[in-house]
């Protein structure tokens, strides 16, 4: 896992298809999400994980496309019902299918797991990115894993570089990225937000 080259003057956010900051969500209508974008947000997010530099992150990455892959098969089957997120959950459940529907489950999980560890590394200066990717992984994978998996993600936490060596490869101009990075994981943790509410929700589980 090579980390992605950043040109001159831009930072790793930057180079990104799809923010997550511009993942449309419509207010007016139960905060639906732009299924398109999203998708490209989420994709674009797992070369986050090649930053960190270290194979043990290759599960991760993969687990996130493989459901990222499951959305967009369902949206492919049927596009007119999957413009959002949420009409495309509940158009598949109306199906008898749930496929997709989980993918986004957990896809939902692994980005909540990764928004809070980055969120709470770049609060907390002190902290090293291995603490903080062991707390979000407490709070958010680690209650829906079995005993197989949870060694695989023990493994990346361990895995996690420093602090000091992990930023550099965001951006040569570290006050971009520290700015850069967290106006990217507020919209993330609103995102996840929205969608953990929806996923509450009866008519959204099968």
């Not at 999400?33 to 090649?50: Q, R």
């Not at 937000?193 to 099968?206: D, N, T, V, Y």
Request: glycine share 6%; aromatic share 8%; with cysteine.
């Amino acid at each position: 896992m090579s980390s992605p080259a950043i040109p001159q003057g831009a930072t790793l956010i930057s180079t990104f298809k799809r923010s997550f900051v511009d993942v449309p969500v419509d207010a007016q209508s139960d905060n639906a999400i732009s299924t398109t974008e999203f998708l490209e947000a989420a994709e674009s997010l797992t070369t986050m994980f090649d930053a960190l530099g270290s194979v043990a992150f290759s599960p991760v990455k993969s687990d996130m496309l493989g459901n990222v892959k499951k959305i967009r098969d369902r949206q492919l089957a049927a596009p007119a019902e999957s413009e959002t997120l949420q009409a495309l959950v509940l158009n598949e459940l109306k199906s008898k299918s749930h496929k997709a529907t989980e993918g986004l489950v957990w896809l939902v999980r692994g980005l909540d797991f990764t928004c809070i560890g980055l969120s709470q590394n770049l609060a907390k200066a002190s902290e090293e990115l291995a603490d903080s990717f062991r707390g979000a992984y407490g709070a958010t994978l680690k209650p829906h894993h079995g005993m197989l998996v949870k060694p695989v993600f023990s493994a990346a936490m361990s895995a996690c570089p420093y602090r000091k060596d992990f930023y550099p490869k965001l951006g040569a101009d570290q006050d971009a990225v520290t700015t850069e990075l967290g106006a990217y994981l507020a919209a993330l943790e609103k995102i996840v937000g929205i969608l953990k509410e929806f996923q509450s929700r009866k008519e959204a589980k099968w």
